[in-house]
T-cell receptor, first 116, second 109 residues
Framework: GAVVSQHPSWVICKSGTSVKIECRSL??????MFWYRQFPKQSLMLMAT?????????EQGVEKDKFLINHASLTLSTLTVTSAHPEDSSFYIC????????????FGPGTRLTVL | LAKTTQPISMDSYEGQEVNITCSHN???????ITWYQQFPSQGPRFIIQ???TKVTNEVASLFIPADRKSSTLSLPRVSLSDTAVYYC??????????FGTGTRLQVFP
């Protein structure tokens, strides 16, 4: 299947700093990518839809000024957590749609963010 | 987006066949049924996807009745490494995926 990577796989930062997470589709182009967050023992929660060349669409309750999304190319989307606080500590997962006859969505391995 | 309902947890033993059923009563004509597997601290892994009848790949089979209001993921001869959370999702083309609680499968030796 198609491969999606994320970088970094884990990051620890101080409260108040910003952290950027990259999501790449390695062997296919993706017009649409998604960002999720997952807390321990819970399901994935969709944060936003990232569209190449246009603004991201955020889910209700997700602060667009805090979670900045940039989808500058067909293989890269970035999520920047601005002014991170301990409550932002979570597992962030991206996914990308391989636009073929099946439009299957493939997920990255996730990024563990810990804010001290 | 059609809502899905699946058992919260299931237990099995190594070597057994496991069937996880998912209900999606409000599935629409253009919706596909997709199943993912997730291990702790990893992103979900695509298992199988179907529209109707039966789909089989090297990992699992997916059974979809004619009315498409439910589907069953079948894992043949599970092993300890199949212990994971399995998510059933219904989606339309490039629509976003909304995850439910999933089914936590525990395989015992």
């Amino acid at each position: 299947g198609a491969v999606v990577s994320q970088h970094p796989s884990w990051v620890i930062c101080k409260s108040g700093t910003s952290v950027k997470i990259e999501c790449r589709s390695l062997d296919f182009q993706a017009t649409t990518m998604f960002w999720y967050r997952q807390f321990p023992k819970q399901s994935l929660m969709l944060m936003a839809t990232s569209n190449e060349g246009s603004k991201a669409t955020y889910e209700q309750g997700v602060e667009k000024d805090k979670f900045l999304i940039n989808h500058a190319s067909l293989t890269l989307s970035t999520l920047t957590v601005t002014s991170a606080h301990p409550e932002d500590s979570s597992f962030y997962i991206c996914s990308a749609i391989q636009e073929d006859s099946t439009d299957t969505q493939y997920f990255g391995p996730g990024t563990r963010l810990t804010v001290l | 987006l059609a809502k899905t309902t699946q058992p919260i947890s299931m237990d099995s033993y190594e070597g057994q066949e496991v069937n996880i059923t998912c209900s999606h009563n409000n599935i629409a004509t253009n919706d596909y049924i997709t199943w993912y597997q997730q291990f702790p601290s990893q992103g979900p892994r695509f298992i199988i996807q179907g529209y109707k009848t039966k789909v089989t790949n090297e990992v699992a089979s997916l059974f979809i009745p004619a009315d498409r209001k439910s589907s069953t993921l079948s894992l043949p001869r599970v092993s300890l490494s199949d212990t994971a959370v399995y998510y059933c999702l219904v989606r339309r083309n490039t629509d976003k995926l909304i995850f439910g609680t999933g089914t936590r499968l525990q395989v015992f030796p």
